[in-house]
C-alpha cells in the first residue's frame, strides 16, 4: 500500500472515530476508555512481527516483551469492559 | 537514499485475503464502540471487539513464519493471566488508576515496536534496494515511538497521582514551560536527524527526550484536572498506535488508532468543557495550587447541622429525592449502602434519581460505573444537562462526597476560580442535604461552598458511609 491510500484510510477513521464516540452514551464513557484501551493493543501485531522474525536477537525479545504487555491490556481490557457492563441494568418492572 | 528505485523485489507483496482481514478486524473495533450508544448493545460490542483482535493475531501469526511459536505463547499467557487477574480482582473504584496503568503499556509496546523494527527493518518489510529504512517509516517510526513513550512516562505520572504513591498537588518547576518547549523542539530535531541520516545515536535520543517530556508534561497538572489529563492519554496511546500503523502498513491498527485517538481527544474536550478550562489552561498545568490561598476567612459563618434521622424524616416525607454523588462517596465506598437508602425510600413511595456531574469522579463515566456496581438501575442515573431543571420540583437534594460541582458560586461569583462551569442547581430543591467530613475542607479547586450557609441547606457532618448507614437504619 502505498502512503496516499494509507494516508486516505487514516483520515477517514478518525471521522468515523469521531461521529462513532459522540453516539456513545456519557454513562458508558468509563467501559468506552477500556475498551479502547483493550483495541488499541492491536499494537500487539508489530510485536508479533518482531518476535517471530529470526533475523535479531535483540529485536526479537524486544518483541517478545512487547507481546507480553500488549497481553496483559488485551485480556485485561477486555475483561475489564466485560465485567463493568455487566453491572448495568435496567429497572425490574 | 541514492539507491536505484528497486523496490518491487523487497517490499513482498502481501495477499489480498490478509489485507481484507486486517480490514474485517478494523471494522468489529469500530462496531465494538458503536455498540456502547446503549447498555443494551454494548455487551454485544464488547464480544465483536474481542473477536476483531483474535482476527487481527490469528492473521499475523499465519502469515509470518514463526521461529518462536513457544516463547510467544509463553509470552501471551504471562501477560494475558496477569491481565485477567488484575481485571477481576480490581476495585471499580481504582478504575481510574488501572486505565492509567493499561495506557502506560500500549505506550511502551509502542516504543518496543518502534525499536524492534528500528534494529531489524526487514522482518516488517520496510527496507529499500540498500538495505536501508525507507525515509517515510523511518519520520512514522520516529514520531510512533516518541508519542508511545510520552504516553508511557505521562500515563506512569497520572497512575501515582491517582493511586496515592505521588501528591495530587501540581509540582511546577521554574519556566517548565521552556523546558517543555526547548524539549519538544529538540524531539522534532531528532526525528529530523533520524530521518536524515537513520543514525542510531538519535533514534535512541529521541526516544529518551520522549520519556522526559512525557513526565515533565504531566507532573504540574493537579489532581482536580486527572479526568482531561487520563482522557489525553487515552488519545496518545491511540495516535501512537496508528503511527505504528502507518509503519507496518496494518489497516487493523491505522483504523483502530484513529478511534482510540478520536475518542481520547472528545472525551478531554467533554471534560474541559464541564471545567469551564480550556485545553491549554490543562496542560499549562497548576490548577488548584494559587487559588487555595484565598478560602481560609469564610469558615467562621453559620450553618445548620442535622442528624441522620433529621435527614431520614425528611426524605421519607419527601415525593421526589435527587442523589449527587461525587468521588467522596467512592473513596468512602458509599455506594452501596447509598442504594439500600434508595430502595427503603421507593418503598416509601419516594421518587429516586439520581444526578451526575461530567466530572464527578477521577475519570469520564466514574460515577455511573459505581452506582452500576451498587445495583442502581441506569433509567434511573441522569447526567448534567437531563436532570438539571427537575431540582426545582425536588423536595430534596441529597450531596453526597460532592462539592465543587454543585458550588452555586459557579453561576454568580465573577472572581471564584469556578466560575462558568456548569453546576448542578441543587440548591433549587426545598432543602439540600449535604454530607461532608467536616466543615474545614474544601473541594478540589480549592474554594469555599456558598451551598453550606443557605437556609435550606442541612450539613449532615459525618464519613459518607456511615451517615448513610445511619439513615437507612432510621428509615427502616
Redesign the interface.
Known sequence: MDFISILSIFVLACFVGYYVVWSVTPALHTPLMSVTNAISSVIVVGALIAAASSGSVQSKWLGLIGVALASVNIFGGFAVTYRMLAMYKKKER | MSAPEVHTDVIHVIPSWV?IAYLI??VC??L???G????DS??R??II??I??TI??VT??AT?????LW??AA??????????V???R?Q?TA?PQ??AA??S??G???V??G???F??P???GIVDGSGAILG?SRIEMGLGVAIGAITFSGSVIAFLKLNGNMSGKPILLPARHWINLAVGLAIFFFIYGFWHSQSPIDFWTLTALAFVIGFLLIIPIGGADMPVV??ML?SY??W???A?????????????????????A??SY?MCKAMNRSFISVIAGGFGAVEAAGSAAAIDRPYKRGSAEDAAFLMKQSDKVIVVPGYGMAVAQAQHVLREMGDLLKKEGVEVKYA?H?VAGR????M??LL??A?V?????F?LEDINSEFAQADVAFVIGANDVTNPAAKTDKSSPIYGMPVLDVEKARTVLFVKRSMGGVGYAGVDNELFYRDNTMMLLADAKKMVEEIVKALG
Open positions: 489485507l478486524s478494523g473495533f469500530i465494538a464502540l458503536r456502547l450508544s446503549s447498555p454494548s455487551r460490542g464488547n471487539g474481542m476483531g483482535m487481527a493475531v499475523t501469526l509470518h513464519e514463526i521461529a518462536t516463547e510467544i509470552a501471551i499467557l504471562i501477560g494475558g493471566g496477569i491481565g485477567l488484575t481485571a477481576r480490581i471499580m478504575m488501572l486505565v493499561f495506557h503499556l500500549v511502551m509496546a509502542a518496543l515496536v525499536a524492534a523494527a534494529l531489524n526487514s522482518a516488517f517515510v487520563i482522557s487515552n496511546s491511540g501512537a498506535a496508528a505504528m500503523g502507518f509503519t507496518l502498513h496494518n489497516t487493523a491498527m491505522i483504523i483502530t488508532g484513529a478511534l482510540v485517538g478520536s475518542s481520547g472528545i472525551l467533554i451526575i461530567p475519570m469520564p463515566g466514574h455511573n460505573v452500576a456496581e445495583n438501575p441506569y433509567d434511573e442515573v447526567e
